[in-house]
Nanobody, 117 residues
Framework: QVRLVESGGGSVQAGGSLRLSCAAS????????MGWFRQAPGAEREGVAS???????YYADSVKGRFTISHDTANNTVYLRVNSLRPEDTSMYYC???????????WGQGTQVTVSS
């Protein structure tokens, strides 16, 4: 089992920044891949970024150059630095984990990011 707890969301103006955190605990193999998804009201859940234990990363085209995912393995925490925020980035952001990107089975409760223009 893996437990994920997100924090760091908030309300910012366009152009602002936030750092989202995801504290993980539980089976190490089952969180070899960790990532962030987001879902706005009425929209489908969208993959944002992911990182493997070996530091290989993936970013959605919509966030490349603005978002950075990193992994503090000593503290079992994954971060998502979100810069140059736009109103369209407003969503609930969820942390997820799994053995690999095709098997993301653990989810956190989400942290809300709201960007005003």
């Amino acid at each position: 089992q893996v437990r994920l707890v997100e924090s760091g969301g908030g309300s910012v103006q366009a152009g602002g920044s936030l750092r989202l955190s995801c504290a993980a605990s539980g089976d190490t193999y089952s969180r070899n891949c960790m990532g962030w998804f987001r879902q706005a009201p009425g929209a489908e859940r969208e993959g944002v970024a992911s990182i493997y234990t070996g530091s290989s990363t993936y970013y959605a085209d919509s966030v490349k150059g603005r978002f950075t995912i990193s992994h503090d393995t000593a503290n079992n925490t994954v971060y998502l630095r979100v810069n140059s925020l736009r109103p369209e980035d407003t969503s609930m952001y969820y942390c997820t984990a799994g053995a690999h990107s095709g098997a993301l089975k653990y989810w956190g409760q989400g942290t809300q990011v709201t960007v005003s223009s």
